[in-house]
């Protein structure tokens, strides 16, 4: 018997997805495995809440993907399930200013976008408060990403509005739970002695997840994204290898996708090695991609600049820039600290010691990956 050569292919109808939304990045899951304590630590901090009171304020710290906002997510849908209780999710990459923040929060309350312009922040500050207040109602604000306030120096000015509410509008009750993937930042320490009086968070930190936590979880993503048979153990294995080796499972969780998507090219109904190793070469670049999304206007057109001077020397990358933009120089070095503590430029001093010593920018990615990422 002659073997039909399209056995075992897909037609152009079928696919190897159950349901492709399993592997997107903001994919809430079911199951929330390996977590357990920090689901804990958070609930403490944030029961009172539900009795009316103000909860505890956390600081969530972490690796990028270790679970942080996925944590949150679970735990202030719960809570949105009680009378009297509001939650608002603040992404600090997208709202990075005080008033952007209260912005979200006026949103997140009434439901609809506050004016584009024309109302200050103290009267943006007072609505939110006299609705809190009206509805008896206990706020709890998520920062996410909270490390973006700071690089714009809007932190601590965001933090004592919050957590100061009810001293200029009695009877607001709000708590704040400040998330951060920047291990380099002392958050604490980094913010105002007035805000880190009154702040005192509970402290919850999510570690890298091991080996087997990742094929853990990696393996419930896979039962409810693909169809039986697609992915096999050893497939999973190199998936996971591929996901400890960044310390991030959305690396992981994007390379299944990817790798499910090469295997359509193909035709085929199972996931091999070489879809893997293909598709790593662009889940590789999560963070650089979520980084650069992140990023104004400014701020990208000087990681261009830093394509074509990369190496150079600070005042030389200033020089380009400069034509670029016709920013100047203050700015300029607030864009490159920023950069530096994103991880997508890297800073170091010539070997000469003493005065005159200057600074060398190089990008800390592949100049070509960078470019293809930027919008």
């Not at 670049?285 to 990369?310: K, N, T």
Request: with cysteine; hydrophobic share 40%; net charge negative.
């Amino acid at each position: 018997m002659v073997e039909d050569p399209e056995e075992g292919m897909l037609s152009w109808d079928e696919s190897v997805f159950r349901d492709e939304r399993v592997f997107e990045i903001d994919y809430l899951p079911e199951t929330f495995e390996h977590r357990e304590t920090q689901l804990q630590s958070l609930q403490y901090a944030l029961r009172p809440a539900v009795r009316g009171s103000r909860p505890l304020n956390a600081l969530v710290q972490g690796p990028p993907g270790t679970g942080k906002t996925t944590a949150v997510q679970k735990l202030f849908g719960e809570l949105s399930g009680h009378a009297g209780v509001r939650t608002v999710h603040v992404n600090c990459q997208v709202d990075s200013t005080r008033y952007a923040v209260f912005s979200r929060l006026f949103e997140g309350i009434f439901e609809y976008e506050p004016p584009s312009s024309g109302v200050s922040f103290k009267k943006l500050f007072g609505q939110v408060a006299d609705r809190l207040v009206e509805a008896d109602e206990v706020l709890v604000v998520a920062l996410d990403d909270v490390n973006y306030l700071f690089y714009e120096n809007e932190a601590s000015d965001t933090l004592y509005s919050l957590l100061r509410a009810h001293e200029a509008h009695p009877g607001t009750r709000i708590g704040v739970v400040v998330v951060s993937s920047d291990l380099a930042l002392d958050t604490i320490e980094e913010l105002d002695s007035r805000v880190r009086s009154v702040f005192r968070p509970e402290e919850v930190y999510f570690p890298v997840y091991d080996a087997g936590e990742i094929v853990d979880i990696l393996t419930e993503r896979i039962d409810r994204g693909f169809h039986d048979g697609v992915v096999s153990t050893t497939v999973l294995d190199r998936v996971a290898e591929f996901t400890a080796e960044s310390g991030d499972l959305r690396v992981g969780i994007d390379l299944l996708r990817r790798a499910g998507l090469n295997a359509e090219m193909r035709a085929s109904r199972t996931v091999e090695i070489e879809d893997v190793e293909e598709a790593y070469e662009q889940s590789k670049y999560v963070h650089l991609s979520r980084s650069l999304r992140g990023l104004a206007e400014s701020e990208a057109a000087l990681v261009r600049v830093l394509v074509d001077h990369d190496g150079e020397q600070a005042g030389e990358v200033y020089e380009a820039f400069a034509e670029e933009t016709d920013l100047g120089y203050t700015r300029y070095s607030e864009i490159v600290n920023k950069l530096d503590q994103l991880g997508i430029v890297e800073t170091s001093y010539d070997g000469m010691e003493g005065r005159g010593r200057s600074r060398q920018l190089s990008l800390a990615y592949d100049s070509a990956a960078v470019l293809d990422r930027l919008e």
